[in-house]
């Protein structure tokens, strides 16, 4: 899905998508800031990946231009770093490769951007083990039969390979194929209808994608088994902070006895955040939620007043459990996250 060439990086351009499968190939810091900033690349191990990249490409192509590629390094960071505030993951790869540049800096130019090179791409093969052992945990969570509630896009789309929520539905897909899951189509930017239709189609995984609004009636209904979702950060206490509307979904679980679960890798494990009141919420443009067109025509004022907030935080009271590629961790999160990141660091 992201490929970091030599002085390059391709990706297929996520806001095309069901429409239109074409990469991107980006070549300077701010092509990598504008496709992180506009969605191009997205979801939180994603854009840590593509963090990651942005800083070894820089580097190389200051090596090629016969600058320091150490100073490159470090201005592609802090312009990386702040083009979307809430995915933990982004600071934490970015961060990552600065503090590689520092301990290889005295081996010269040429071993500094092979190491943020390799380092880069390496970051994407252990974002994809992470999720795949994530799906081995997590489908010891679902019975047969499930119907798993999923929102936003959490695939390989979002990680680089394999997916979080995605994954623990594909590994419990492989071994129960009349598991089936339900899409929200997630306001404003549809990623569920977009993406995880998209992805779910070429998986083979019948799916029922609806809207937001319908998955209270669908549980009361005792349509929803399961509801499993991403994270963009957790905090300290387990409070996770994902795309807009999963907090209204863990609400709506816990009202109807659904279990509802949050598959995330330890990458995405903030513990210098202690709640998610702490945790900062990207606010986007009012275009992205009033520029809906129904047949063409807009379907809000041009200039309607608009809140756009891209994320929310999910209280842990809500969450059953949280499933890492440690395992699977239940309440008191505050021990159990703990625990998974000395065991991750081990
Ligand atoms: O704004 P997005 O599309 O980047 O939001 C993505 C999400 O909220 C995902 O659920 C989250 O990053 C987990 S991805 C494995």
Same mark, same amino acid.
């Given at each position: 899905?992201?490929?970091? /060439?030599?002085?390059?990086? %391709? !990706?297929? =351009?996520?806001?095309?998508?069901?429409?239109?499968?074409?990469?991107?190939? !980006?070549?300077?810091?701010?092509?990598?800031?504008?496709?992180?900033?506009?969605?191009?690349?997205? /979801?939180?191990?994603?854009?840590?990946?593509?963090?990651?990249?942005?800083?070894?490409?820089? +580097?190389?192509?200051?090596?090629?231009?016969?600058?320091?590629?150490?100073?490159?390094?470090?201005?592609?960071?802090?312009? $990386?770093?702040?083009?979307?505030?809430?995915?933990?993951?982004?600071?934490?790869?970015?961060?990552?490769?600065? +503090?590689?540049?520092?301990?290889?800096?005295?081996?010269?130019?040429?071993?500094?951007?092979? &190491?943020?090179?390799?380092?880069?791409?390496?970051?994407?093969?252990?974002?994809?083990?992470?999720?795949?052992?994530?799906?081995?945990?997590?489908?010891? $969570?679902?019975?047969?039969?499930?119907?798993?509630?999923?929102?936003?896009?959490?695939?390989?789309?979002?990680?680089?390979?394999?997916? &979080?929520?995605?994954?623990?539905?594909?590994?419990?897909?492989?071994?129960?194929?009349?598991?089936?899951?339900?899409?929200?189509? %997630?306001?404003? !930017?549809?990623?569920?209808?977009?993406?995880?239709?998209?992805? !779910?189609?070429? $998986?083979?995984?019948? @799916?029922?994608?609806?809207?937001?609004?319908? +998955?209270?009636?669908?549980?009361?209904?005792?349509?929803?088994?399961?509801?499993?979702?991403?994270?963009?950060?957790?905090?300290?206490?387990?409070?996770?902070?994902?795309?807009?509307?999963? @907090?209204?979904?863990?609400?709506?679980?816990?009202?109807?006895?659904?279990?509802?679960?949050?598959?995330?890798?330890?990458?995405?494990? =903030?513990?210098?955040?202690?709640?998610?009141?702490?945790?900062?919420?990207?606010?986007?443009?009012?275009?992205?939620?009033?520029?809906?067109? $129904?047949?063409?025509?807009?379907?809000?004022?041009?200039?309607?007043?608009?809140?756009?907030?891209?994320?929310?935080?999910?209280?842990?009271?809500?969450?059953?459990?949280?499933?890492?590629?440690? /395992?699977?961790?239940?309440?008191?999160?505050?021990?159990?996250?703990?625990?998974?990141?000395?065991?991750?660091?081990?």
């Amino acid at each position: 899905m992201i490929d970091l /060439g030599e002085g390059v990086i %391709t !990706l297929l =351009d996520q806001r095309l998508l069901p429409a239109e499968e074409r990469r991107l190939s !980006l070549t300077s810091t701010e092509e990598v800031v504008r496709a992180i900033a506009s969605l191009a690349i997205r /979801g939180a191990p994603a854009i840590g990946v593509a963090g990651a990249m942005g800083v070894a490409l820089a +580097a190389r192509r200051a090596l090629d231009a016969g600058d320091d590629p150490a100073e490159a390094a470090r201005a592609a960071a802090a312009a $990386l770093r702040v083009a979307r505030p809430t995915a933990v993951n982004l600071g934490w790869a970015v961060d990552a490769q600065l +503090a590689r540049a520092r301990d290889v800096a005295a081996h010269g130019p040429q071993r500094l951007v092979a &190491t943020l090179e390799d380092a880069a791409r390496s970051l994407q093969g252990a974002e994809v083990r992470r999720c795949e052992q994530i799906g081995a945990h997590g489908r010891a $969570l679902i019975g047969r039969g499930a119907r798993i509630l999923t929102h936003c896009n959490t695939g390989a789309l979002a990680t680089g390979g394999y997916g &979080t929520a995605l994954g623990v539905i594909r590994a419990a897909h492989e071994a129960d194929p009349t598991v089936r899951a339900v899409v929200d189509e %997630t306001r404003p !930017l549809l990623q569920g209808a977009r993406l995880t239709t998209w992805e !779910l189609g070429r $998986l083979g995984i019948a @799916y029922t994608l609806i809207c937001d609004s319908m +998955a209270a009636s669908l549980m009361a209904d005792g349509r929803v088994s399961d509801v499993i979702v991403g994270a963009d950060r957790i905090a300290a206490n387990g409070d996770v902070a994902n795309k807009i509307g999963t @907090y209204g979904l863990a609400v709506l679980a816990r009202e109807h006895d659904v279990p509802f679960y949050v598959a995330a890798p330890t990458s995405t494990v =903030d513990l210098s955040t202690p709640s998610g009141r702490d945790i900062a919420i990207e606010e986007r443009s009012a275009e992205e939620v009033r520029g809906v067109q $129904l047949e063409g025509r807009p379907a809000a004022p041009s200039d309607a007043p608009v809140a756009n907030p891209a994320f929310d935080a999910t209280p842990a009271r809500l969450i059953s459990a949280i499933i890492t590629e440690r /395992g699977i961790h239940r309440p008191p999160f505050e021990r159990t996250l703990v625990a998974a990141l000395e065991a991750a660091e081990s």
